[in-house]
Every structure is written in structure tokens, then in C-alpha cells.
């Protein structure tokens, strides 16, 4: 059973940083696209940003040039630097890896970022 483990969350306030890390126990996680999700209440999970297993990345408009996602297959883990929060930014934030060939998929727990304005 694959397991993913987040941690780095916790309360901020707005223009401070965050960065978030998370584990994965799988083998072969270069295979992988590696993936940070957030959903606030009420809303649905979206993706923030992606480190694909065929080297791009890509992240949702609205953390473009604040948040920058890295990854370390070596170590299997991949962080989420996040800068210059904002209110909307509270969320929980999901880790994923995702497999384009064989559609396995694997998620955190999730873990919850706060920033007070």
C-alpha cells in the first residue's frame, strides 16, 4: 500500500511563506506525476500545481509566480514553496501522484493552511 505523508501546513499571516513537504512510499515515484491539490470549504479540490513524471510543471493561474513546486524522486518527496499567501490561498492541501499509464492514483491526508488577513 502506497502511502503519502504531508506536513509543513499551519496558520500564516497574509505575504508570509509556507512550505509544504510530502513523502511518498512508492518505489518507482519517477514515474509519477507529482501533484498539490487544495479545496476550501465549500468549494471543490483544485489543482494548484503539477511536476509531471516527463519533467514539466504547470500551476493554476492565481499561485503563478508565488508558489513553486520541486520534486525529489531520489528522496520520493515533493515540496510546495509557497510565497506571498493570500486569504483565498487557506485551504487543505492535498498531496497526489498520479501514473499517466497505468491510472494508479494515490493522496494524502491532506493537511490544513491558514492565512489570516
Known amino acids: 500500500q502506497v502511502q503519502l505523508v504531508e506536513s509543513g501546513g499551519g496558520l500564516v499571516q497574509a505575504g508570509g511563506s509556507l512550505r509544504l513537504h510530502c513523502t511518498t512510499s512508492t518505489n518507482n515515484v519517477s514515474a509519477f506525476d507529482m501533484i498539490w491539490y487544495r479545496q476550501a470549504p465549500g468549494k471543490q479540490r483544485e489543482l494548484v500545481a503539477i511536476t509531471r513524471a516527463v519533467g514539466s510543471i504547470d500551476y493554476k493561474g492565481s499561485v503563478k509566480g508565488r508558489f513553486a513546486i520541486s520534486r525529489d524522486n531520489a528522496k520520493k518527496t515533493v515540496d510546495l514553496q509557497m510565497n506571498s499567501l493570500k486569504p483565498e490561498d487557506t485551504a487543505v492541501y492535498y498531496c497526489?501522484?498520479?501514473?499517466?499509464?497505468?491510472?494508479?492514483?494515490?493522496w494524502g491526508q491532506g493537511i490544513q493552511v491558514t492565512v489570516s488577513s
Open positions: 497526489n501522484i498520479f501514473h499517466r499509464v497505468t491510472r494508479q492514483s494515490y
